[in-house]
């Protein structure tokens, strides 16, 4: 397949297998020979010798074949020519009353690109689809089971505010699920095209095609019935070439997919730092973490969720230099959009990654465990402080007429941190301290004596300040479970 060959998941070999380069084109082919004989061009005996056995001949055309009559090997003269190397080698397969008639009225990319879009729409209805879904409901129940468990937040590296494991699940779930729905709707909108060599039905309708049919607007009418028996929509213009936003939209689709991976590799990657410890990616028997310091344990299998990443954000970059063409069209896009399934391919083996299971048949992603002891750990080690958010919205709220951002930054905070209190502790120390020295401003006096006791209770327990995290969580794993029983 196109790519690294250390990175060939085998479910996309059918689609994206070397030799099976031509299968799709086969199908349109053959399509356009069935569409042929429908309208009487192809005589019903000649049509007869079009059987399912021959078809299947047709469809297992190797691009090894091909590849021989291209380039003149093994006693072929060259064609120099990809299509027409697949003509000749179709040629061998039928009756010459039937292959005389293979590629008409068809110019290369009407076969090419509506083949190439078969492939593509098979290998994520075949392999990705079903494989997202497997992932998708594993995440559902991660985020179910840790919903409530406590987690320090962070921004910009920094504890931050409480969450749960569940919330922070979530947010890559919802992400899973939004960009998935992105891509089911994005093949759905794939097309194809059977309008000759400038896109504009120059034989069809030139040649009489067009009195085949009864409709008015018959020139596209053969494209349709073609199409019909694809299961695919024509474009409503094409030059030699599709319009390249739909396949486009499918390929962004899937690399936003990707980056959703990419974001659960490098968050875990993180949790799984040695000082962290908050995530344990399962080492199996005879696993080695360091070719020299056996005490590693390196988070590979989320190195490569991220890496994935970064590779197809390049392969990307392909996708939208091939949004231009010269005129009708030109080769320069020939080569590059032959390596454009590797975007797939990237996202294949981020779900395999996942996917992969242990001697019991586990999963990896069901054998990822959360260390709870060290989530608890990382989370004390700012509780005294980490309100700092709720208690100067407090101040307000009870009347604090000052800067009360400035009073908890830049009075309590140094105070807390240097006799190891909490914020609230300190604030009460501070206020005691306004009376009894009979300061001229009462105010920090009086905002602590207004705060509501359900808010200094709060302000007392940081771990019950986690707003809507487990709500949130358990909501997101509904809506991923709606979005699976459609799938």
């Not at 494991?165 to 097309?191: E, H, K, S, Y």
């Not at 607007?217 to 019935?225: P, Q, R, S």
């Not at 392909?318 to 590797?342: A, C, T, Y």
């Not at 487990?470 to 459609?486: C, G, R, S």
Request: hydrophobic share 40%.
């Amino acid at each position: 397949m196109p790519g690294n060959p250390r990175y060939q998941p085998k479910e996309l070999v059918p689609y994206f297998g070397y030799d099976n380069l031509y299968t799709g084109l086969a199908r349109v082919e053959i399509a356009t020979l069935e569409t042929l004989g429908q309208i009487g061009m192809i005589s019903t005996a000649d049509m007869a010798l079009l059987t399912p056995e021959i078809i299947e001949r047709l469809i297992a055309i190797t691009t090894s074949h091909v590849d021989d009559i291209e380039y003149g090997r093994n006693g072929y003269q060259a064609t120099k020519h990809d299509v027409r190397a697949w003509v000749r080698a179709a040629q061998e397969v039928l009756d010459p009353r039937l292959g005389r008639w293979v590629h008409v009225p068809l110019t290369s990319y009407d076969a090419l690109d509506t083949g190439r879009i078969l492939q593509y729409r098979a290998a994520y209805n075949g392999a990705l689809k079903p494989a997202l879904t497997k992932v998708i409901n594993i995440f559902i129940g991660m985020v179910r089971q840790h919903a409530d468990t406590l987690q320090i937040g962070r921004t910009h590296g920094q504890h931050a505010l409480p969450i749960t494991i569940g919330f922070w699940l979530a947010t890559i779930l919802d992400r899973l699920v939004r960009n998935a729905m992105q891509l089911d709707i994005a093949t759905c909108l794939l097309m194809g095209k059977i309008s000759g060599a400038v896109g504009a039905y120059n034989a069809q309708v030139g040649l009489g095609f067009s009195k085949s049919f009864v409709d008015n607007a018959a020139h596209v009418t053969f494209e349709k019935t073609v199409l019909d028996k694809l299961d695919l929509n024509a474009a409503p213009t094409s030059t030699q070439i599709l319009p390249p936003e739909p396949l486009a939209n499918f390929l962004y689709a899937c690399t936003l997919l990707t980056a959703s991976f990419g974001q659960f590799g490098r968050d875990c990657r993180n949790l799984m730092r040695s000082e962290i410890s908050e995530v344990r990616e399962e080492y199996e028997t005879g696993q080695v973490g360091s070719s020299t310091m056996g005490q590693k344990r390196n988070p590979l299998n989320f190195e490569q969720l991220e890496g994935m990443w970064h590779s197809t954000k390049y392969e990307f970059a392909k996708v939208l230099d091939m949004l231009l063409s010269e005129h009708q069209r030109d080769l320069v896009g020939s080569s590059v959009m032959r390596n454009f399934p590797i975007i797939l391919i990237n996202l294949q083996c981020q779900i395999d990654t996942l996917l992969r299971p242990n001697k019991a048949g586990t999963p990896f992603l069901s054998r990822i465990s959360i260390n709870e002891e060290a989530c608890r750990r990382n989370f004390n080690a700012s509780a005294k402080v980490v309100l700092a958010e709720p208690l100067y919205i407090a101040l307000l709220m009870a009347g604090y007429e000052g800067d009360a951002h400035a009073l908890v930054n830049e009075v309590l905070m140094p105070r807390a941190q240097k006799k190891g209190r909490s914020l609230i502790e300190e604030f009460g120390s501070l206020a005691g301290e306004v009376v009894s020295r009979g300061d001229a401003d009462q105010s920090v006096a009086r905002a602590y004596g207004n705060i509501p006791v359900e808010i200094s209770d709060l302000l007392q327990g940081p771990e019950k300040y986690i707003g809507a995290a487990t709500e949130k969580a358990l909501q997101i794993a509904n809506t991923a479970e709606a979005f699976v029983a459609t799938v």
